[in-house]
């Protein structure tokens, strides 16, 4: 499940605060866990279980400090016992100054510790009390937020959605990183859709939360309903940009819409639509690295390996940190690189396509074999079959390898 909930601590002068999620993304920016720990003396790969026991040391001779219990609930967030974060900020809010600063924050903490260890209701007074100190901390939100979601409260859920858009610091899309939780989170794609159009009923002038409709109506929709389904899609999308012409994301998402129609209908016309709508985003940002990821995809898709490529390593090379980007990076190198092989041409320049793929997807036995068959056909046999067995134990059911090892044996006399 990905993470969904932020901490923040606040000792003496300081507030750190700080968000987890593997895909990008849910709270407002903040300083890393890593680096908040480091203020502290815990340093990345340290034993965290020696750090733990200093701090019970130093609680065990200063037991009122609540500074120490916070930062010990900040070293159980960060190595997943939330059991144990739970006891050390109860005992944070125990020995909490009556005049502390930022009670907000520590009262949120606990509710958020009440929240991921299932306790709902104990969360939402905690959450009560911090709101009287402060209405409008966001990450409070997203803690409210989130226990509307696991009840299936999605209306009261999605009035707190319009308070994190109004009140969010930093601009980020929150429509869409709660579309992120709720996939995690809410079984039913039918009823992440019920969740979004709550949010557009109760924000009905937010472009996000008209974007994230229609993204959930789209991607809920089989293989078979997604044409059936393309009018609502387009209908929420567009009223997206009617709402805010300047919003990248939207035409990225227009565009992928439209490249999923083309590969699921087979109507090839799709793509040129799609690239239609990624240029318009273009000419917002050329700059912009998820843009330029889509439409190597598209390309991709259509089987243009050169203009693929040409994207995905402008986004690649420039820093963008993405696990599809680099998957699909190393599968145009390599069907560049099989399209050469097939061709039998310029053989040199489809071997460093291929070794290409290989360094960015080392365990995959497919690439690997491309790389094997090129080097068989420029006739470095030995290397071939040593290529091609380390693809085999990698993909040892594939029929297309086990031939092309049998046909680099003969040529090595090895039948």
Sequence with gaps: MRKFFTIAVSIGIFCFSYFLDVCAKIAPESPDILGDLGIYGYEEGEDSQGFILGLKQRIKADPYNYENYGVLALVYDYIGDYKNELEALKLTVKYLPERAEQKDVTYGNLSR????????????????KADKVNPENVFNRWHSMTIYVLKNNYKEAA???KRIEKNNPSGRDCYYEAYLYALDNIKSRD?????????VKANPK???????????IRNSSS???????????MKELKKALELDSKYLPTYITIGNTYTLLAVFGGKKEYYKTALEWFDRGYKIDPKNLKLAYS???TYEYMRNYDKAIKKFEYAYNNGLEDEFLIRGLAKSYNNKAYAIYRSGKDLE????????????APDNGVILSTRAELLYKMGKYEEAYRCINQALSLAPDKEEIKQDLARIKKALGKE
């Design 206 to 216: 937010s472009a996000l939360s008209h974007r994230v409709l229609g993204v959930a």
């Design 223 to 233: 293989r078979d309903s997604y044409e059936k389904n393309m009018p609502a899609v």
């Design 349 to 360: 320049k489809g071997l460093e396509l291929a070794e290409k793929a290989v360094k960015l």
């Design 113 to 128: 510790a009440y929240i991921l260890n299932g306790r709902y209701e104990q969360a939402r007074i905690w959450l009560n």
């Design 295 to 297: 439409i190597g995809s």
């Design 191 to 199: 009823s992440v859709v019920k969740l979004f159009k709550q949010a």
């Design 159 to 161: 009035k707190e959605l």
